[in-house]
């Protein structure tokens, strides 16, 4: 509170919209003769001096400047008693006081601020006094200085000082601010330690993408660690087949030959050692992916595992994603059953080479290079490479139950409460709103399945699957015959073998299906604007596959798409 002899005890206010001021700063003690000619306002001596109807006198540019922030609310009020009054009131120069103001600047009888005002060794000095510098009556952590009464009045008087933290006066300004964000530090009880706001904002997200962050990391470890199996699976297998290309098949040949022809011996065995080679240089191959593989997850591991936040953010393996192989992701070789039919026609050729070398010399080679190590082809990128292995299918009206409606040139199916007059067929599904395809399925396949209604399956089956039986091996994916993607509004899940494995990805009225079959990949994709995969397969196909359709109840709809 401010005590004047002019008036009552009030607190000094700003001249900002008549706003009170958080701190509360008391007149300068001037001289008993001076005191009575300071402006309340800018506790300086009265300049051009004003006075209002309560009998306060002010300089008449400080009054003009305050009131101005109350044009808004058309009440203009008193700086120092608060007296209100409506209309503004007209001001005129006070001469009297004016006179008085200018006979007493004359005399020289201003006195100066008493000599505890100024700052002693112990004191936070002015930073903007010049000569002899007075007490800082606040700090601003703001300005990162200290004022004394008269320079810190535009902290109150100019809009642009109108957020900035005052405080008590201190010498280590530096100290509470923060070097990253140059913002006030606060002690947080949760941190138990002394950070500003945005530290503490930071230090929760980082937490938060951590947790984020490791979640995906987890993710990408089984990537890695199911392609690491993959592949020590596929170098097992090219380890038999080097067996069976060095022992059973070549070494055979080698032997028959040598009894007639030395340049016979010598082809053979030049393809033999290209086989053999490439063999190995694939397994080499796989053996250095399979390396770097383990590396990797090594250093996953050890990044999962460490507790600084900005290093785990910093490495996070998003910045440098897992290299791709160089071939598709999963690599699919003959099984050992396919160099049977080698082993035959070398066997059926044995007795020729003996009579006839120079005929079968021809027919040896053909036999021989037929045999090979397979990289499969890579599984396609987008639609549009999917489209190339478009398959137009039709579906089988001697599978169909009978409650089902074939259209569209049978690539449409619907459930309706009718039976169809469709003739008895061993093949039919007579319990199952099910149905295959008329064409089976080999080699690189793509189709695509719309779909309307409460939900339907989308799959693929052995033509020997149980038909008339009211048993669960009939339904598509409850044996070891059939897979199928269940597709339900808000839901995937796929069946095989009476196992559910549930998947996600975005709802989609449109279902694609990958096959590859002498690679064992079946593949099961969400269709809209982009592919989504949504589940993957890798077996080993043992007969050709028909496409399948099953609908829930009546009136659900499924179409085999035209794609060409």
Not at 346 to 370: A, C, F, M, P
């Amino acid at each position: 509170m401010v005590t004047s002899r002019r008036g009552p005890p009030v607190s000094q206010t700003s001249i900002l919209g008549g706003q009170q001021v958080a701190a509360e700063l008391p007149l300068a003690r001037r001289g008993d003769q001076l005191e009575r000619f300071c402006c309340s306002i800018c506790l300086d001596i009265l300049k051009d001096p004003v006075t209002i109807g309560c009998g306060h006198s002010f300089c008449m540019i400080c009054l003009k400047t305050h009131w101005d922030n109350e044009d808004e609310r058309r009440i203009y009020s008193c700086p120092q008693c608060r007296m209100t009054f409506t209309p503004r009131p007209v001001l005129a120069k006070n001469i009297m006081f004016a006179d008085l103001v200018e006979e007493l600047k004359k005399t020289g009888h201003q006195a100066d601020p008493a000599d505890h005002c100024y700052a002693g060794p112990e004191d936070v000095a002015c930073d903007v006094c010049t000569g002899r510098k007075l007490k800082a009556l606040k700090s601003c952590l703001v300005c990162l200085a200290s004022y004394c009464e008269k320079h810190l009045l535009p902290h109150f008087q100019s809009p642009p000082f109108k957020k900035h933290k005052l405080v008590e006066p201190s010498k280590k300004l530096q100290e509470n601010i923060c070097s990253h964000h140059n913002e006030v530090m606060m002690f947080y009880r949760t941190e138990q330690q002394c950070i500003c706001y945005l530290c503490f904002v930071d230090e929760h997200k980082a937490a938060a993408e951590r947790t984020e962050r490791q979640r995906d990391l987890g993710l990408r470890r089984q990537t890695i660690q199911q392609r690491l199996q993959d592949r020590e699976n596929d170098v097992k297998l090219l380890q038999q087949v080097v067996e069976v290309v060095n022992e059973k098949i070549f070494t055979e040949l080698i032997r028959l030959v040598e009894k007639r022809s030395s340049d016979v011996k010598q082809q053979i065995g030049s393809q033999q050692e290209t086989k053999v080679s490439r063999a190995k240089e694939l397994q080499e191959r796989l053996e250095q992916e399979i390396n770097e593989l383990k590396r990797k997850d090594d250093e996953l591991k050890q990044l999962s595992n460490t507790e600084d936040h900005n290093q785990f953010l910093h490495n996070d393996p998003s910045l440098s994603p897992l290299r791709e192989s160089a071939h598709s992701s999963s690599i699919s070789i003959r099984p050992l059953r396919y160099f049977e039919d080698v082993t035959a026609a070398v066997l059926q050729v044995r007795g020729l080479l003996q009579d006839i070398l120079s005929e079968t010399k021809t027919k040896i080679s053909q036999i021989v290079s037929q045999v090979d190590v397979l990289l499969p082809q890579p599984v396609p990128n987008t639609r549009a490479d999917f489209l190339k292995y478009s398959q137009e299918i039709t579906l089988d009206p001697n599978t169909a139950n009978k409650h089902l409606l074939l259209s569209e040139g049978n690539r449409k199916v619907t459930v309706i409460s009718e039976e169809q007059s469709y003739s008895n067929h061993p093949d039919r599904f007579n319990y199952l709103y099910q149905v295959l395809s008329r064409e089976s399925l080999t080699g690189r396949c793509y189709w695509e399945v719309e779909w309307r209604g409460r939900g339907v399956e989308v799959a693929v089956a052995y033509k020997n699957i149980s038909r008339a039986e009211d048993t669960y091996e009939c339904i598509f994916g409850y044996n070891d015959k059939s897979w199928s993607l269940d597709c339900d509004k808000n839901s995937y899940s796929v069946f095989y073998n009476n196992l559910m494995t549930p998947v996600s990805g975005p709802p989609s009225s449109r279902v694609g299906v990958y096959l590859d079959h002498s690679a064992g990949v079946l593949s099961f994709y969400s269709v809209s604007d982009t592919m989504t995969l949504l589940h993957r397969v890798h077996t080993t196909f043992t007969q050709p596959l028909y496409a399948g359709v099953r609908v829930y109840c009546y009136g659900v709809t499924a179409e085999v798409c035209k794609l060409k």
